[in-house]
């Protein structure tokens, strides 16, 4: 587990910390570009998810920045000089337009979730997906985290906010975060991104071989029993992976060509 961890870690560290977002007539300018001119992180932004995940995602992102302490934040203006002409720039006071939360606004979500999280757990979430490094997640970092992850299949990609996003979606409640869920508070969002096929398995991964309690009712979960499952999951998918690269002999690849 610690070299899953490790290999994770060491995937996350490579990645590219990208500035702010581009302006959106940039935007709008790449969006037009070969697929081959296009950076990874454009290509994960250009994929679609339903309009089922959008919309629960946008509730949830609401959910966290109306958490988040109103501040000031002190922004650096490098064009301008104090007085005596110095190079240091100019410090202003500047109200944040960009709606964006932090680890504050995570903690007070735990809490409603009786959540209680490890030494340093909540800050490795946002330094795992902080592309500008401001300590905040932006609106536009919240979709790539996303998209990421559920377009990931080398199972390496940092999970740790999406793990918990996932669950406030799937506890979103009219208008209200629940701290259980249900199967059937499942159902929805893993039909649309699983397909019926599939959509039993994944109930098993999430809730394990029973879904109802022993008295007839439908079996609730917490976030702390729901994040063990998905780090069982996470874990036994990954080995999988591996496993399968072991088995894997190019040369009877090679074989097969020269047949061919």
Known sequence: MQNTQKNRDDNNSSRSRSESPLSQEEQERRKKLPVYERTLEE???????????????????????????????????????????????????K??????????????????????????????????????????????????????CIKDISYLEPRGLFNFV????????????KNTITVEDTLELLYVRCGRQNLDGEIFKIFGQDEKTADGQEKEITYSDYLIQMKKKDFNNWTELENKKKKYDPSKEQILNKKD
């Open 43 to 93: 290509k994960i932004m250009s994929k679609k998810i339903k309009a089922v995940e959008k919309d629960r995602l946008i509730k949830v992102f609401n959910a966290l920045i109306q958490l988040e302490p109103k501040r000031i934040e002190q922004e650096m203006d490098g064009n301008k000089t104090t007085e005596g002409d110095t190079k240091l720039g100019k410090q202003k006071k």
């Open 95 to 148: 109200k944040s337009n960009e709606p964006k939360f932090s680890a504050k606004a995570i903690y007070e979500m735990m809490k409603k979730l009786n959540y209680t999280p490890g030494r340093d757990e909540v800050e490795k979430m946002i330094w795992e997906i902080d592309e500008d490094l401001d300590e905040q997640i932006s609106w536009y970092e919240f979709q790539l985290m996303f998209k990421r």
């Open 166 to 177: 996932q669950f406030l979606m799937y506890a979103y409640d009219k208008e209200a975060i």
